[in-house]
Structures are given as structure tokens and as C-alpha cells.
């Protein structure tokens, strides 16, 4: 168990609790962590570190609720949470991790048309000096395959699909295209034609993602290379 702290500052008072970084993220993403798992005691501190505590009244004041359990979900849900050096450090390994297992998977050499190896797309990655962020890989791996190319030749194996998105589902579906979107058309309805270029490796995820936020209702099409 790794525990750390979480916060938030409200009506001009610091509260913090402590809890357990993992379950405090799932906790956070929707899952189905019961917040007695994730805190490791139910008091709420104003300073943690010096042991003070919060009165029932400050937790009434600004939580409209002195119930401790409750307050705690809310600062998880809407708070800080304090990431230690080893974890980030941890986070990141299994993030470059993933980054060249991808990569060693869905890209080539395209001198050679062979795909590199799972070694030499780690060198690269070191050498070009690439901040691998803790975020998705759809999100940036456009940009680490830009800073590779600068050490090793590669291609990412691609699919273009054309999409035909409903009017009422454009607004959320618009931030899943970043990085991918290659032509847009708006028609007078309302809603949203586009041809996105994919890495093969994360079209059905992508197709996941799309379906989940459109209910189903977007139209896809898979083009073909002339």
C-alpha cells in the first residue's frame, strides 16, 4: 500500500486527507472502490503534516456535510492528488514500456518494410531525449514518432477512415480526432464528415471510444489505399 496525500482548498482553508495512491485513482476514474479502502484513516487534517484537524463545523461550512467518508470523496473526485518521486518515476518506466511494445508492434523501417526491434526503438527513445508523459498513447504518440525519426527511420502502419458524425455528438466527439483528423466538413445539419489517418495498433480502441461517446449512432468506413 502507497499512501500519499490528497487535498483541496476551500473557503480559504486547506483540507487534506491521507489515502492509497492507486485506489484513490480508481476511486477518481469511476470505478468501484469503496472509499473506505482508499483512505487510511477518516479524519480530515488542515495540516497533515503537523496533525491538525478540521472541526466538524469548517467541514460544514464548506462541504455541506461534516460527514468525513463524504468530504474525503469529494476531495478525491475534486482535489489534489500528491504524487511521490518513485511513483512518478514508476508511472513513467511502465508508460516508455508500453510506448516501445506499441511501437515494436505497429511500426516499420521503411527501407526495409520490417518492423524494428523492441531494443533499438528503446535506444532511440533515449537518445532523442523523448518525455514520455503519463497519458494515453493515442494522445502522443504522433510526436514521439516525429522526435524518433530524427535517430531511426519509421513508418507507423496507418488506417484512413472516413467518418460521419451526428450533430448532437460532434461537440464531444471533437477532442477524440485531434492528432488523427486529416479533412472536416460541416454540412448544414449540423453534423461532422472527417477522414482521420489511424495507427493500425489503436483502431479498435478507437472505434470503442467513438462508440461509447456517440451511443453507436457515428458511421464509420475503412478507405483503401488506391
Known sequence: MSNTTARIRKDGKNFEIIVDIDKALQLREGKNVSITEVV?????????K???????????????????????DIIIKKGEILF?????????????????????????DPRTNKP?????????IEQAGINVENRP???????IIEKIR?????????????????AVHTGKVYGLLQGYKETEEWISDGSLKCIVN?????????????????????????MKEA
Open 40 to 48: 487510511e484513516t477518516n479524519a480530515i487534517f488542515s495540516d497533515l
Open 50 to 72: 503537523k496533525g491538525f484537524h478540521v472541526s466538524a463545523s469548517d467541514l460544514q461550512k464548506a462541504f455541506s456535510t461534516s460527514d468525513a467518508y463524504a468530504v474525503a
Open 84 to 108: 511521490p518521486q518513485e511513483y512518478r518515476k514508476k508511472e513513467q518506466g511502465e508508460k516508455v514500456k508500453q510506448i516501445i511494445d506499441f511501437l515494436s508492434r505497429n511500426a516499420i
Open 116 to 124: 524494428h526491434t523492441a531494443e533499438r526503438i528503446a535506444n532511440a
Open 137 to 143: 498513447i493515442e494522445e502522443q504518440i504522433s510526436k
Open 150 to 166: 530524427a535517430i531511426l527511420p519509421i513508418k507507423l502502419e496507418t488506417r484512413k477512415i472516413k467518418i460521419t458524425i451526428p
Open 198 to 222: 489511424l495507427p493500425a495498433g489503436i483502431q479498435m480502441d478507437f472505434y470503442d471510444k467513438l462508440n461509447a461517446i456517440t451511443h453507436g449512432s457515428a458511421l464509420t468506413e475503412e
